[in-house]
Every structure is written in structure tokens, then in C-alpha cells.
């Protein structure tokens, strides 16, 4: 091959370069923002995902909400707000206390904690599904309040931790939305479109959470409150992320194996996580364990097998030295 037609076949793939590179370029560019756009929605949200408004002294329905959850099978979540503009009702009359009523986007499972406490402005859900439950994906609505507001003015309800676990305890990437609620006379009427909830008599209660004394209404789950659906306004977020762990990871670990036979509304003692009973009695001074107190089986646990090691090593040690004597006879 000559000088020049190397010359012309390099001018040529230059030339094909040229041509190319722009669109391939745009290509690489669109490539990265669909994957980074995609990587983003990944990423669940959980908490009163859309501002709202109400009327003062007008009984709503409050929706604490998932989206772009993927696995999910047990959460944790926690949500402040200020008790003077809120009246709740009840939603599980048969518990102490004020409870939430249960969305329907997990199936009913079990409970370590489902209270409003009055006292701390605070909405406190541990709560996962059981065997043979399958892991749900997708939106849906975890916990609906009602609510009647007290006074005009503008509030919120503010997720201060939000945990999810998957089957088999491992944590899932999720960040916690606050929402804003303004109250005020001229906010649009709402229509009575119920969302629907669990029916709490097929929850399992782990119960360990006594709640302070509090008046509440109570309220009968067949009878309809209207919902809010009134458009949004700008939605405020703050973004901690959280992976499950502790009570919530094991908690869904074992409801994973759990069946519905053992008992509904009831779980013995035995069935509960040691990690889920140890934050019960961190969570607060309203907290209560089951069964006796008791230094528990670790130590003994750690006692018999220092024992078992030290055994081991005298037997090990014994061995060595009736092989050694022999040799040192030959020698």
C-alpha cells in the first residue's frame, strides 16, 4: 500500500469521526440524564407527600403516603406535629389511647407501635406484614388520620424518622416529605371520598406501648369521613435518608415467618425481637415490656462458652505434649 492511499484511508476515518462524534456525544448525554433521572425516582418517599388545605372544625381525612417503594414489607415511621391545631378521632376504639387507622398498601400484619400521642405531637408506626404476605412495590397509602382542625393558621406534619425494611430485613433507600397543612375559612369544601383502611381487628398487636390518657371520638371503621381533595400547593421536603434497622428489621424478619394462625390481635412474648422489646423500654417512659424483667441468658451464654474454649484448649495442649515425647525418647 502506497504513501497516499494511507494518507487518503486516514483522512477518511478522520472524516468518519468528525461526522460521528456529535452524535455520539448527544447520545452519552442523553443516556446519563435518563439514567440519573431514573436513579432519582428510585429513591421511596414517605409522609404527607401533597400540601392541603381545610376548613377549621371540618372532620378530614389526613393521608400518610409511599411512593416508588420497591420490596417493601415493614415500616417505621415518625411524624411531629402541633397539638394545638388538631382534634383526632379514633380509629381502633378497642386499644387505649388514639390510634391511626392502617392504609391498605400493606396487608394487615402486625404492630409494635400505632399511636397518637397528644402529649408529644407525635405519630409513632411500626408496623409489618406477615407470612405469607408477598413484599409490595409501587404507591400507596400507609396511615390515615382524622382530623378535625381547632383554629385557622399554618402547620405541619413533619417526618422526623422514616425506616423500611424489606422481607428479609435489609433497609431500603427512603426520604421523609413533610407536609403542609393551612387552615383557613375560605379553604375549598372537600368531597367524602373515604380512603379505605384495614380493618384494625385483623392487625396482630405486639403490645408494648402504653399510651397517655387522652379524649378522643371514637370512631366505627364502617362509617366514611370525607378526604381532602383540594390541589395541592408547593410541596416542602426535607431529605433524611434512613435504612432500617434494630426493632423494624427484625420485626420484619420474623413477621416474614409468622403466620396468621398464631393468634390475631395477640402475640406471645416469645415471638417478639430482643431489639424490637429493647427500644420499646428506650423509646420513652411510656414504654412497658412484656413478661418479668430478667438479666436475660447472654452472660451465661458468653460464660459456657469462655468454658468450652478453655476446655478445648487443655484438650489440644494434652495431645501435643503426648506427641512430643515420643520423639524426644527417639532422639
Known amino acids: 500500500m502506497s504513501k497516499k492511499e494511507k494518507t487518503t484511508k486516514m483522512e477518511l476515518f478522520q472524516k468518519f469521526i468528525r461526522r460521528i462524534r456529535t452524535p455520539f456525544l448527544l447520545t452519552l448525554i442523553i443516556f446519563f440524564l435518563l439514567t440519573s433521572e431514573g436513579s432519582a425516582q428510585a429513591i421511596a418517599r414517605a409522609g404527607l407527600l401533597e400540601d392541603i388545605q381545610v376548613r377549621p372544625g371540618v372532620a378530614v381525612e389526613i393521608p400518610i403516603d409511599i411512593e416508588d417503594v420497591v420490596d417493601l414489607y415493614g415500616i417505621e415511621i415518625e411524624l411531629e406535629f402541633d397539638p394545638t391545631f ?20 400493606l396487608d394487615p400484619g402486625m404492630t409494635l407501635f400505632s399511636i397518637i400521642d ?65 387552615i383557613e375559612n375560605e379553604a375549598p369544601l372537600v368531597t367524602a371520598t373515604s380512603i379505605p383502611v384495614v380493618d384494625p381487628t385483623q392487625i396482630i398487636i405486639i403490645p408494648t406501648y402504653s399510651p397517655p390518657t387522652a379524649t378522643a371520638t371514637s370512631r366505627a371503621t364502617s362509617t366514611p369521613r370525607p378526604a381532602n381533595t383540594s390541589q395541592p400547593t408547593a410541596m416542602n421536603t426535607n431529605v433524611p435518608t434512613a435504612t432500617a434497622t434494630s426493632a423494624l428489621s427484625e420485626t420484619a424478619a420474623i413477621a416474614s415467618t409468622a403466620t396468621p394462625a398464631e393468634g390475631v390481635g395477640q402475640v406471645k412474648p416469645s415471638d417478639i425481637p430482643p431489639a424490637a422489646q429493647t427500644e420499646a423500654e428506650e423509646s420513652g417512659t411510656q414504654g412497658r415490656v412484656l413478661g418479668k424483667d430478667s438479666p436475660g441468658q447472654l452472660p451465661w451464654v458468653i460464660a459456657g462458652g469462655a468454658v468450652l474454649v478453655i476446655i478445648a484448649g487443655v484438650v489440644v495442649y494434652t495431645r501435643r505434649k503426648k506427641v512430643e515425647q515420643p520423639e524426644q525418647s527417639d532422639h
Not at 408529644?120 to 409489618?128: P, Y
Open 118 to 182: 397528644m402529649e408529644e405531637g407525635r405519630i409513632h408506626l411500626v408496623m409489618s406484614q406477615v407470612n405469607p404476605s408477598e413484599a409490595k412495590s409501587g404507591d400507596g397509602n400507609i396511615l390515615v388520620l382524622y382530623a378535625s382542625a381547632l383554629k385557622t393558621g399554618v402547620t405541619s406534619f413533619e417526618v422526623t424518622k422514616v425506616e423500611l425494611s424489606t422481607r428479609d430485613g435489609i433497609g431500603i433507600e427512603v426520604e421523609g416529605v413533610d407536609g403542609e397543612v393551612t
Open 86 to 105: 388538631w382534634e383526632f378521632e379514633d380509629a381502633d376504639p378497642r386499644r387505649e389511647g388514639i390510634q391511626p387507622a392502617i392504609g391498605t398498601f
